[in-house]
């Protein structure tokens, strides 16, 4: 928390490059944000039924269970109906374009003729009125009732209460209105309807209309012997259609490939079982790279402002170890700051991610289902952590241990910084022991004792004598590996600096680095 506290300090001192970076991040990661939550509307939500993850969709296929594209009609619906004893249920629906007749004129809507035990099938409850009944759909256009979707209701009748009773009048026929669906349910296919009749109605609204089934499996292993199952059954309504030529289904035009089925979870996300999901997969795919590429860009910028700023806090890292602070220390600043830039830079994408998505969607103009409204929650939630994680520790780790390593031996890393020229070696070591020697003089002033010999305390490796930069000289020359010998040149530069800018540590203490005979202090 203390260096939370620190880093955050650090970021008010240069509100500049912390508007920067967090501004940059904030586009980077939201992008990624957009198009997960994207994702999530299209393929990872769970569809407001009971039970989504149990729903299969029961796709027309040929006899190696590739998809062929087929109009699947009623016979081969009653069929797997009746005869399909491994699922729990089956349903089919069958989308419609008719024309609705209104004050002001006729247009086209999107419609579903659907089996009567649909909706109680779905688990869902009406939120006005009443589902189908099974003799509704018993005998072909016996009843002409309709359930409507909530955004009809609220678009065409003004979201008036006394809706049910009221009628429709669609391709001519009178439609009574028997429910509405609630708000939360669009159906089972990316497109919307707006009303759901029986498939008893299928001959008043002549339409030519191509079924598709839904299943109940409770094993999700059961779907390859439920696709086996059904196989000889669909192969013998194909028989059976293209050899009878039965009028009532000739203008269907028999694929004599549809010879099987293949199984496909439909449980979740809004595509469903849409002849545009390979379309709009690859365009999700592509989209994916393009704001992955942007989140890489973004954290490369922020990682050059983290690097510029860290090559200007060299003395301070410098100033830092000559006191004492470990290694563990300073990466645990300098990550804390990378962390905080993420997590600001990742509450401005939170903000942003709904927006960017809006212009994500309107780059896919061939786009029908309908308007996407990306929400939070708990899976966009762990990818933001995810990704403040990723971009906090991930980047800010890497540039936080090059200050560190940097500083620790500046005489073997500084350079000029006019004319590209390297400083010689014994000028580098001189800055770098200049702020420890600093610290050192003058703690003896202010005990009283410069020009004077250590007291034992601070000899002993107390916080108030010179032995710290001496141990911490040491400390850094083993780590990186230097030769014992090396290390004590360094100590013993540290010792002639101190003599010569305060006259402190008259002596040393440590016959290893007494001043050989005839040698001056080097000041």
Request: aromatic content about 8%; hydrophobic content about 45%; charged content about 20%.
């Amino acid at each position: 928390m203390n260096d939370l506290r620190y880093a955050f300090r650090q970021l008010l001192k240069n509100p500049g490059f912390s508007a920067v970076a967090v501004l940059t991040l904030a586009l980077g990661i939201g992008a990624n944000l957009a198009l997960f939550a994207i994702l999530n509307e299209l393929l990872l939500r769970p569809k407001p039924v009971a039970n989504p993850d149990e729903l299969w969709a029961i796709e027309p296929a040929d006899s190696a269970g590739q998809p062929v594209s087929a109009n699947v009609c009623r016979p081969y619906y009653e069929a797997v109906r009746q005869r399909a004893r491994v699922f729990k249920g089956v349903i089919g629906y069958a989308g419609i374009m008719p024309k609705l007749r209104t004050k002001e004129a006729a247009e086209r809507i999107y419609v579903e003729l659907v089996s009567g035990d649909y909706f109680s099938f779905l688990g869902i409850r009406p939120a006005l009125g009443r589902w189908f009944l099974p003799e509704e759909d018993a005998k072909m256009g016996t009843h002409s009732v309709a359930v409507i979707s909530h955004g009809f209701w609220q678009r065409q009748l003004g979201g008036s209460g006394d809706v049910i009773g009221r009628t429709v009048t669609l391709n001519g026929n009178a439609i009574e209105i028997i429910g509405v669906a609630p708000r939360e349910f669009i159906g089972l296919d990316f497109m919307q309807p707006d009303l759901w009749l029986p498939t008893s109605m299928e001959k008043l609204m002549d339409e030519t209309t191509r079924y598709h089934f839904v299943g109940r499996l409770t094993e999700p292993k059961l779907a390859a012997a439920a696709a086996d199952l059904l196989a000889p059954l669909v192969a013998d309504v194909t028989k059976e259609l293209s050899g009878f030529r039965d009028p009532q289904w000739s203008h269907y035009g028999v694929n004599t490939n549809l010879q099987g089925v293949r199984l496909e979870p439909i449980g979740r996300g809004l595509l469903g079982i849409a002849s545009v999901k390979k379309r709009i997969l690859d365009f999700l795919k592509f989209a994916g790279v393009a704001t992955v590429l942007l989140l890489l860009i973004a954290c490369t910028n922020v990682a050059s402002l983290f690097l510029v700023r860290a090559l200007q806090r060299r003395k301070e890292m410098a100033t830092r170890l000559a006191l004492g602070a470990t290694r563990g220390a300073l990466l645990r600043q300098l990550v804390g700051e990378g962390i905080l830039i993420a997590a600001l830079g990742t509450a401005g994408a939170l903000l942003a991610f709904s927006w960017i998505g809006r212009i994500i969607t309107q780059l896919a103009t061939w786009w029908q289902g309908p308007d996407l409204h990306p929400a939070l929650d708990l899976r966009l939630l762990l990818f933001a952590v995810g990704s403040l994680l990723l971009v906090g520790v991930g980047f800010s780790l890497r540039i936080a241990r090059a200050p560190v390593r940097r500083d620790a031996l500046p005489a073997q890393h500084e350079q000029a910084t006019g004319g590209g020229r390297r400083l010689p070696i014994r000028s580098a070591r001189d800055r770098a022991v200049e702020s420890g020697t600093d610290w050192v003089c003058d703690q003896h002033r202010g005990a009283g004792t410069c020009g004077d010999r250590p007291s034992r305390r601070a000899d002993s490796g107390g916080r108030g004598g010179w032995p710290v930069g001496l141990q911490a000289a040491r400390g850094v020359g083993e780590e990186w590996g230097h030769s014992a010998t090396k290390i004590t040149g360094w100590q013993r530069h540290y010792v002639r600096r101190c003599r010569c800018r305060a006259g402190c540590l008259r002596g040393a203490g440590d016959s290893s680095l007494a001043r050989p005979r005839g040698q001056s202090d080097g000041c």
